[in-house]
């Protein structure tokens, strides 16, 4: 029975993985700030772990807790995010930080935390939830495209490092998907914006990000899991998976649009109102 350690599992994807790796017979433990919000989680056998992705004691302490309490951490799924939406020259330092606090030097210190186990075992699976916004830049998403950016680059380095020690990584690339996350990220943009140079688009695009993250289009967060746990399951798991609403598109028509084509219909975006 594999142990699986899941980040960022109080609400959304990372709770929706928990449970169902769990239905499916894995020992999981599900970590986050608000442990509160799993103790309906236990029923199902998973334990809550109180874990802040900025704080190393409280890292050091959570994987410790796993590997007294069995042995071992097969697979590790770094799915703790955070976005803070706005204009580059609008978002304030200590946000910017912080979602490079979060999206990468939580999660790569995570993975320094649980690869010693895994090495010693000569086996282990890492499962980065990227985002398709490490692989297009998105109008206003300056600050958080940089964090997945960086959570791609990384995946890919620990991919290659660690291939000999029979560990292998899996980025999950994950579109538009049904959560609350969007419209926080909605809200964080607006209120970067208001009073500045970049509020008309700002307000604009906000508008058009909470509409659609609210409405039925989205992928809903059970495609992601399923992404996940076949990354869990397969003898071979793929190096990405990307997934969810709109996600092969962006991805697509970023490569193949010249530049000032892509940005221009950026732009545009930011001047409709839905």
């Known amino acids: 029975m594999k142990v699986i350690l899941v980040t960022g599992a109080s609400s959304g994807i990372g709770y929706e993985t928990a449970r169902t790796l769990a239905q499916k017979g894995y020992r999981v433990y599900a970590a986050a700030r608000r ?4 103790e309906d989680l236990r029923p199902l056998g998973i334990v809550p772990l109180r874990m802040d992705v900025t704080d190393e004691t409280s890292m050091q302490e959570g994987v410790r807790t796993v590997l007294e309490a069995e042995g071992r951490i097969d697979v590790l799924v770094n799915n703790a995010g955070y976005g803070y939406f ?20 939580g999660l790569a210190r995570l993975c320094q935390l649980v690869l010693p186990s895994m090495r010693a075992q000569g086996s282990g699976r890492i ?25 791609e680059a990384l995946s890919d380095a620990l991919r290659m490092e660690l291939k ?35 509020e008309q688009t700002g307000l604009r695009m906000s508008a058009t990000m909470r509409k659609g993250y609210e409405s ?30 709109g996600s092969f598109l962006l991805v697509f028509f970023h490569a193949v649009l010249p ?11 930011g001047r409709i109102r839905i």
Do not use: C
């Open 86 to 105: 706005g204009a580059v020259e609008n978002v304030p330092m200590e946000e910017a930080r912080r979602q490079q606090e979060v999206n990468v030097f």
């Open 216 to 245: 039925n289009l989205l992928a809903r967060p059970a495609v992601v899991t399923r992404a996940i746990v076949r990354a869990v399951e397969s003898r071979r798991p793929r190096t990405r998976y990307r997934i969810g609403t």
């Open 164 to 198: 000999p020690f029979g560990i292998n990584v899996s980025i999950i690339e994950p579109g538009g998907i049904h959560t609350a996350w969007g419209v926080i990220a909605a809200d964080h943009l607006a209120d970067s914006s208001r009073g500045t140079v970049y």
């Open 35 to 38: 442990v509160e919000k799993m």
């Open 127 to 151: 499962i980065n939830v990227a985002s398709v916004a490490g692989r297009v830049v998105m109008y206003y998403g300056g600050w958080y495209n940089v964090s997945k950016y960086s959570v």
């Open 259 to 269: 530049t000032r084509w892509w940005d221009a219909l950026n732009r545009l975006a």
